[in-house]
């Protein structure tokens, strides 16, 4: 399949795709046989709901008579359009900017969420995309179509990390938006003032959503390699704390263990899969890694 070259899906990305299927580990609400599991039998092409035009789909799906009527653009969604919906959930707030300016985890964030769009598409499922901090900002519907799948690359390309993260209320109205027995991929650090955020994931257990947490983290956190007086800035509130790093990286190191292990044991209880990804690995590697490891979950 050809794409229009983007600077996330590049030859090595694509090779390194190439043997890779995503496959849902809970039953989903698809009429194509093959890659999913599906509670429904037959093939389905009856009428399923209405919703807003957006930029990438078809405009042969348009409904010109409720344009007529309302003087706005819906498309019409049927019951065979897609076998399954997976909807990327980006955190694009200022703490994902930390690394260099070409590898900051927001970077590294983008080049996942790209090769999932594209993976997603490839094997004929819808995909969306919601951007946030501490609101919605980018909420484009689940659809297959190449053109879609295109749009959100491009949009991939023009987003910039910055804002303060407030992740429960955004999740709260994602979980409104998705379809029932959707995949839910979140990639984020997972830095959040509020750490009772990850509770309000069980609103996508309501709808039967599969739950994939992406943790996103530079060596400068995870390895903690400061040596003497440091001066350190937040980067979404722009405070300044200065400490002796000698001093406080035990002790820093240890709470970091502790809140992943913690995070871990909760998304564990709700069933929830969560990865930690370090942008230390490259790309391809750490993309690999985890579908090793989901294929041996089936």
């Known amino acids: 399949m050809k794409t229009n070259s983007t600077s996330y899906l590049t030859p090595q990305t694509l090779d390194a795709l190439k043997n890779i299927e995503m496959v849902a580990r809970t039953m989903v609400e698809g009429t194509l046989t093959g890659l999913h599991r599906s509670p429904y039998h037959g093939f389905s092409s009856e009428f399923s709901e209405y919703r807003k035009y957006c930029p990438g789909d078809p405009v042969k799906l348009v409904d010109w008579q409720a344009y007529a009527r309302?003087?706005?653009?819906?498309?019409?969604?049927?019951?065979?359009?897609?076998?399954?919906?997976?909807?990327?959930?980006?955190?694009q707030s200022g703490s994902m900017g930390l690394g260099s300016?070409?590898?900051?985890?927001?970077?590294?964030?983008?080049?996942?969420?790209a090769a999932f769009i594209y993976l997603m598409h490839r094997q004929k499922?819808?995909?969306?995309?919601?951007?946030?901090?501490?609101?919605?900002?980018?909420?484009?519907?689940?659809?297959?179509?190449?053109?879609?799948?295109?749009?959100?690359?491009a949009h991939l390309e023009g987003l910039v990390p910055s804002g303060r993260s407030d992740a429960a209320p955004c999740f709260h109205?994602?979980?409104?938006?998705?379809?029932?027995?959707?995949?839910i991929l979140v990639f984020s650090d997972f830095f959040d003032p509020n750490p009772e955020f990850l509770r309000t994931l069980r609103h996508f257990q309501h709808k039967n959503c599969e739950v994939i947490l992406f943790q996103i983290l530079d060596p400068l956190e995870s390895d903690f390699p400061f040596r003497g007086l440091i001066e350190f800035r937040d980067m979404e509130t722009d405070?300044?704390?200065?400490?002796?790093?000698?001093?406080?990286?035990?002790?820093?190191?240890?709470?970091l263990n502790a809140a992943i292990h913690s995070?871990?044991?909760?998304?564990?209880?709700m069933n929830i899969s969560f990865e930690t990804l370090n942008t230390g690995t490259t790309f391809h590697r750490a993309l690999l890694a985890y579908f090793h490891k989901r294929e041996r979950m089936f």
């Not at 819808?126 to 690359?153: D, K, W």
């Not at 995070?263 to 209880?269: A, H, T, W, Y």
Request: glycine share 2%.
């Open 70 to 91: 309302t003087d706005r653009y819906y498309v019409k969604q049927y019951e065979d359009e897609t076998n399954t919906r997976s909807y990327v959930v980006l955190d």
């Open 101 to 113: 300016a070409k590898s900051h985890k927001f970077n590294y964030a983008c080049y996942l969420a």
């Open 125 to 153: 499922d819808a995909v969306g995309l919601f951007t946030y901090t501490n609101q919605i900002h980018e909420y484009f519907p689940a659809v297959c179509s190449r053109t879609h799948m295109l749009a959100l690359l």
């Open 173 to 183: 109205r994602i979980a409104e938006e998705v379809r029932r027995r959707s995949i």
């Open 239 to 255: 405070e300044f704390l200065e400490v002796e790093s000698d001093d406080c990286r035990a002790a820093y190191l240890s709470d």
């Open 263 to 269: 995070m871990r044991q909760l998304c564990g209880r």
